[in-house]
């Protein structure tokens, strides 16, 4: 096993770790930051859409072009990059350990951010009825695979559960590729997500919105051929067919890596979070600015020691 030592140490290389790590880096820490997967930018890089850094940058950007500019701020900083790395484990005497291609390493460090992003809630959060066929799928697992993959072949008739920010995009997205969204069902009054979205994805795209709404079964064996929608005011189900139902039902913080240092409600005092593994972030813009100061707090609290 390989040992590396250094002063800072950040998982994951979204928005968040890469932000945090430059702003660390220009304190003047030594930092590691070590990122999944081969392309650092997480989230960003899925995000074709527009609505990125007009805060930040004054400027209207693609997720990808946002997550573009960080990569070259990195390129040409001090930042020891490790991607296609994953941090298995962070422990209480200071040291993680993270594989790669390259084999196990083990990290020494003064302090660590986390910055591990969040996983997506699925179907098995809310009690749904009927088997788990073919044709379901969480939001962020399609945009990958369209933005990333290049894959078409999803359904035609779309069901989405879920109004927020990232269900209404993805149902945007489906109509422009020429997909008919039959209904976005919506547990509350209102549709979740920011205003801007509300307005140009729901309104600018027909998407028909069902509120107070659930979804209570799914039907298919093979492949999902309907679903059974429930009206939470006045108790009346109806059965959509579809051939695809994409679930949108909200992100929360991923701490795995360092779950077995979370006691007594708090992580030790050398471990910060930023990003969306501390709190889901609408705007990458905020995020970036609180993990910027989550870097130079870091690094300052280091040089006070
Ligand atoms: C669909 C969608 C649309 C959005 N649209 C907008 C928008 O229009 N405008 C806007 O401003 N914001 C938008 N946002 C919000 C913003 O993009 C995100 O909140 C932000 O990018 C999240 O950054 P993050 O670094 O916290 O997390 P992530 O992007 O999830 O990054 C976490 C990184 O950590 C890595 N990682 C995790 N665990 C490990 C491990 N054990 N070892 C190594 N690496 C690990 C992951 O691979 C990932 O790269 C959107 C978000 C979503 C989901």
């Known amino acids: 096993m390989k040992e590396l030592t250094c002063d800072i140490f950040i998982t994951g290389a979204g928005a968040a770790g890469m932000a945090a790590a430059l702003s660390a880096c220009h304190e003047g820490a030594d930092v590691i930051l070590a990122e999944h997967d081969d392309l650092p930018g997480g ?35 001090d930042v020891r990059l490790f991607t296609g ?16 291609a390259d084999g196990l390493h083990q990290v020494h460090f003064s302090a660590c951010i986390l910055a591990s992003g969040s996983t997506e809630r699925n179907l098995s959060s809310i009690p749904v009825a009927g088997t788990r066929p073919a044709g379901v799928l969480t939001a962020g697992c399609l945009q990958g695979m369209m933005n990333l993959g290049g894959y078409t072949e999803t359904g035609d008739h779309i069901v989405i559960l879920g ?46 919105l069902r509120l107070h709404s659930t979804i209570t079964e799914i039907h298919g064996t093979d492949h999902i051929s309907a679903v059974t929608v429930k009206d939470l005011h006045s108790g ?25 240092l979370y006691r007594n409600g708090t992580f030790p005092g050398w471990l910060s979070l930023c990003g969306n593994c501390d709190t889901i972030y609408d705007i990458a813009d905020s995020l970036t600015a609180q993990a910027e100061q989550t870097g130079k707090r870091v690094c300052r609290s280091l040089s006070r020691r």
């Open 163 to 208: 109004s927020g920010n990232v269900g209404q995009i993805m149902g945007r997205q489906l109509i422009r590729a020429g997909k008919t969204v039959i209904a976005m069902i919506e547990q509350e009054e209102h549709p979740g997500g920011l205003a801007r979205n509300h307005r140009e994805c729901i309104e600018a795209y027909h998407i028909p």
């Open 85 to 100: 790395t994953t941090v298995l484990s962070v422990s209480d005497d200071r040291t993680a350990l993270m594989t790669s």
């Open 43 to 77: 989230i960003l890089n899925r995000c074709i859409h527009q609505g990125f850094g007009l805060g930040y940058f004054g400027e209207d950007l693609t997720g990808q072009e946002y997550a573009a500019r960080f990569r070259d701020r990195l390129r040409s900083s």
């Open 236 to 260: 009346k189900t109806e059965i959509l067919k579809c051939d695809t139902l994409i679930t949108a039902l909200g992100l929360i913080p991923d701490r795995s890596p360092a779950a077995g």
